[in-house]
């Protein structure tokens, strides 16, 4: 350890002013630590990530190694992402012997990072925003029985973290059992803000009493599109109007379609302190993707003390989490009756009971991000290298 100082480590492909709710979320907890004292560096990239950039204040030492492909090839993205996550754990390597905190973007960096801190006796947590390997299974991308899925799954079992930080219990569960581990474990959920000051509504929300239903963010491989263009499909115009602000594998050709449906209103970006104005956000989720990921848009939006739409299984945190605040859609089950039915729940009253459960959830969703950041402080400190 330098002298007195307490350091740490964070790794991530995406970090501030840059986009993604990862680097956020990084940037948050990099906040957090050092108000408490703590030297922050950060790992990172310039790699690009579509969506809005974050206006907040850059918090830690950043440093940067290449961003090979930023594109929509598959095959490519997986090889630039691998040497990218190979470059961020040796660079790790050069700066400090401090703990490290290993996010999961670029994908299988967890792999990269866990060999070279079991090589070199480094104490390192796992903040599990996605799962990887497993992601490449939920995607179709491969077999479970596959050599080098199979390896993969084998090494990270073997080189164990120090502490899991996961996005919510169930998350969490599945990942001790996946890697048969028994480690010390925290809640961190993903997308918790505070709650915006009221400003001027934009023209968007100024829809004179309707209802305003939304979708802001990705739509990748493991969300429902059907879901959303069904209950676009099946919207009355005259009590409720629809924002659609969204990118990724599967957005394009939502908004092909939605651009010629009436009541839909497409914006390029919401910024985070117009979130606020959407009474019900949609999110989605597939149900081969349970505890694969946890959609961070659904923790933001009741943080906003919105209402929830949600499309998934009942058994994943999103819906064990926010349940109380928002109304639940079967991807399994027959989407059109189950919006009709929606619909048919759908009024002022119970809009606003919706919403005033929004507002309990996200006084807890605060209190345990900051317990989860004081844990995290907490390992830093009992794990200085001297």
């Known amino acids: 350890m330098r002298g007195d100082t307490v350091h740490c480590l964070i790794l991530n492909r995406n970090y501030p002013p840059g986009a993604g709710i990862t680097g956020t979320s990084a940037n948050e ?31 830690g030492q950043v440093h940067y190694v290449p961003a090979f492909y930023n594109g929509k090839n598959k095959l490519m993205r997986l090889c630039a992402n691998l040497i990218e996550g190979f470059l961020m754990a040796r660079k790790a390597r050069e700066l400090l012997q401090a703990p490290w905190i290993c996010m999961t973007d670029p994908p299988l960096l967890n792999f990269w990072v866990g060999r070279l801190a079991s090589k070199l006796n480094i104490p390192w947590a796992y903040w599990s925003m996605d799962l990887f390997p497993q992601a490449f299974y939920a995607a179709k991308l491969v077999q479970p029985k596959n050599f080098i899925y199979q390896f993969l799954l084998k090494s990270i079992k073997r080189h164990q973290p120090n502490l899991l930080i996961a996005l919510g219990s169930k998350q969490a569960e ?26 001027a509504k934009p023209a968007w929300a100024q829809q004179n009493g309707k209802i305003l239903l939304g979708y802001a963010g990705n739509l990748g491989q493991a969300h429902e599109p059907e879901f959303i263009l069904e209950l676009i499909r099946q919207m009355d115009a005259s009590r409720f109007h629809f924002i659609l602000s969204t990118y990724g594998a599967k957005a394009q050709a939502l908004l092909n379609l939605a651009k010629k449906m009436q009541g839909v209103e497409i914006l390029e970006t919401i910024p985070q302190n117009q979130l606020q104005f959407i009474d019900v956000h949609l ?49 399994t089950a027959n989407l059109s009756s189950q919006v009709n039915q929606f619909y048919a729940q759908l009024n002022p009253a119970r809009l606003a009971q919706k919403k005033s459960n929004a507002a309990v959830i996200a006084i807890d969703l605060q209190e345990t991000q900051q317990k989860g950041f004081a844990a995290i402080l907490q390992f830093i400190q009992g794990n200085q290298k001297h």
């Open 29 to 59: 907890l990099a906040e957090y630590l050092t108000m408490q004292g703590v030297k922050v560096e950060i790992i990172t990239t310039h790699g690009q990530y579509a969506g809005a950039g974050s206006r907040k204040a850059v918090f």
């Open 174 to 199: 599945f990942i001790q059992q996946s890697y048969d581990w028994s480690i010390a474990c925290l809640i961190l959920p993903c997308g918790v803000l505070k709650k915006n000051r009221a400003e």
């Open 283 to 331: 999110a989605t989720l597939s149900p081969s993707w349970d505890h694969v990921c946890v959609p961070s848009k659904a923790v933001s939006s009741i943080c906003q003390e919105a209402a929830l739409l949600y499309c998934g299984t009942n058994t994943n945190d999103n819906w064990h989490l926010l349940g109380d605040a928002g109304w639940h859609i079967d991807p």
